[in-house]
């Protein structure tokens, strides 16, 4: 096995090129499930037993949740690479992974305290699961004031970086909060080792919508992704082309 | 219609729901083609600065 695909993969003008020809392939596929999971979610699944409609908003409260520790995770591991390996393009992708964690942080706290007020009587609880994804969102906004506030980007990628990875602690602690703790949270239902607890005609919307937002942040990523290699690159010939076109 | 806007007598809080995530979905969209945008300007002042845009 050679492992030129992979040394091209620290390359600017390559990842740049290639970032550029691979987003329709996410961002289309994205906008198809997220379409389908949507008609799934809102329209086919019967209300629950229990919870009657108001379970709906499990449709984008998980995959919210889902891409609040997926994209940190991603961004603690490119963060890591950059470190270890010195490659610039790895720390690219870190900085591009934060704005777009941080928004579904965002999305996850709100829908949830949505969901909570019908079901559980509040808002908000300072509960496990909730406090730790908070402080999630908090370490995101962190990871970017650090970044916004060093002038210079070798530095900002460094720094950084140490606070992705020493951050990343907090990703299976949010996970396993609710088995760990008593929490208000329910147990995970589609997450786990075992079979999912759900009727199909529910899980199947959901797992479209989970795919479909894990496609949207490769597609979001990818374009922001080309943008930090610009940041990166001072006056290397490529992007004389890159700029003027 | 009018019976799936009321989602059961949800609607005050499935539709703020779907309606935040939507906004976070369009935000991201809306943000990372800026932030593309800025850095390609960028370059380009840089590229001019040191003589060698266009």
């Known amino acids: ?245 | 219609m009018s019976q799936f806007l009321e989602m059961g007598g949800y609607a005050a809080f499935v539709w703020p729901a779907y309606a935040v995530t939507l906004g976070a979905i369009v935000l991201n969209i809306v943000w990372a083609r800026r932030a593309l945008a800025r850095s390609r300007e960028e370059a380009r002042r840089r590229l001019a600065m040191r003589g060698e845009g266009a």
């Open chain 1, 1 to 245: 096995m050679t492992w030129t695909w992979f040394h091209r993969l620290g390359s600017p003008p390559y990842v740049y090129a290639l970032a550029a020809r691979l987003t329709p392939w996410f961002a289309w596929p994205a906008a198809l499930l997220i379409i389908g999971g949507l008609w799934g979610g809102l329209v086919l699944a019967p209300p629950d037993y229990q919870q009657g409609d108001g379970f709906r908003i499990i449709y984008v409260h998980a995959p919210s949740a889902w891409m609040s520790l997926m994209v940190y995770t991603t961004m603690a591991v490119a963060a890591a690479v950059g470190l270890i390996w010195r490659i610039k393009v790895a720390h690219a992708v870190a900085a591009s992974c934060a704005p777009i964690g941080a928004s579904f942080t965002f999305a996850a706290l709100v829908t949830g305290a949505l969901w909570g007020e019908p079901m559980w009587g509040t808002y908000w609880e300072w509960d496990p699961r909730l406090t730790s994804e908070l402080i999630l969102l908090f370490l995101y906004l962190g990871y970017m004031g650090l970044r916004a506030g060093l002038e210079d980007t070798q530095r900002a990628d460094r720094a950084s970086a140490v606070l992705a990875v020493v951050g990343v602690v907090n990703v299976p602690i949010i996970h396993y909060s609710v088995t760990w703790w008593n929490s208000l949270h329910q147990a995970p239902s589609v997450m786990r080792l075992a079979k999912p607890t759900m009727a199909a005609s529910m899980l199947v919307p959901l797992l479209l919508m989970l795919l479909g937002f894990t496609l949207f942040f490769g597609a979001v990523l990818l374009v922001r992704l080309r943008g930090e290699v610009l940041n990166r690159e001072r006056s290397a010939s490529w992007i004389r082309e890159i700029v003027n076109a």
